[in-house]
């Protein structure tokens, strides 16, 4: 399999914006919050089915045995780079609403923050490695459905 890390990035983020945007305009119009964890979430499981989706058309064969393991490290990594981004935005629009990042971190214990970041990093990389071959069989399913019809 190809690993197109720049597809998956813009899948990922196109989801992480309008998460972001849906997330502000319930929070100020609605008075409304969501856990944190659909917003790493969701992208993750989404972009993950899409990459192998579109494997899965193109290849018509499953993933390697071990391989679904080996692509979600660096399926994490651009993950989590996106992620950091966005909370880096998120730490400057909060003035906008009277807080500052550092009263918002020093709510909390650093062990706290530890264990969210080992939390949400393993959450996205077992996200993508379920949603990623789930993503090439889907693909293959529908590559086989088009070969039927012609």
């Known amino acids: 399999m190809e690993l197109d890390l720049l597809l998956f990035a813009r899948f990922y983020s196109v ?8 997330e502000m305009v319930l929070a100020i119009y609605g008075r409304l919050d969501w856990l944190a ?10 972009a993950a089915q899409d990459l192998g989706r579109k494997h899965g058309k193109r290849a018509r064969a499953a993933l390697p045995k071990g391989a679904a393991w080996k692509y979600a490290l660096p399926m994490t ?5 996106i992620q950091a981004l966005v909370a880096a935005l998120k730490a400057a629009v909060l003035p906008i609403w009277g ?10 214990p650093p062990l ?3 264990l969210s970041l080992v939390f949400y990093v ?8 379920i949603f990623l071959p789930s993503g090439v069989r889907h693909g293959m399913k529908l590559a086989q459905l088009e070969a039927n019809k012609s």
């Not at 989801?15 to 849906?22: F, M, P």
């Open 15 to 22: 989801w992480v914006l309008g998460l972001v945007v849906c």
């Open 99 to 108: 807080l500052s990042a550092s009263a918002v971190f020093a709510m909390l």
């Open 112 to 114: 706290y923050w530890l």
């Open 77 to 81: 990594a651009v993950a989590i780079c």
């Open 37 to 46: 964890s659909i917003s790493l979430w969701l992208p993750a499981a989404t």
């Open 122 to 129: 393993s959450l996205i990389y077992l996200t993508i490695r």
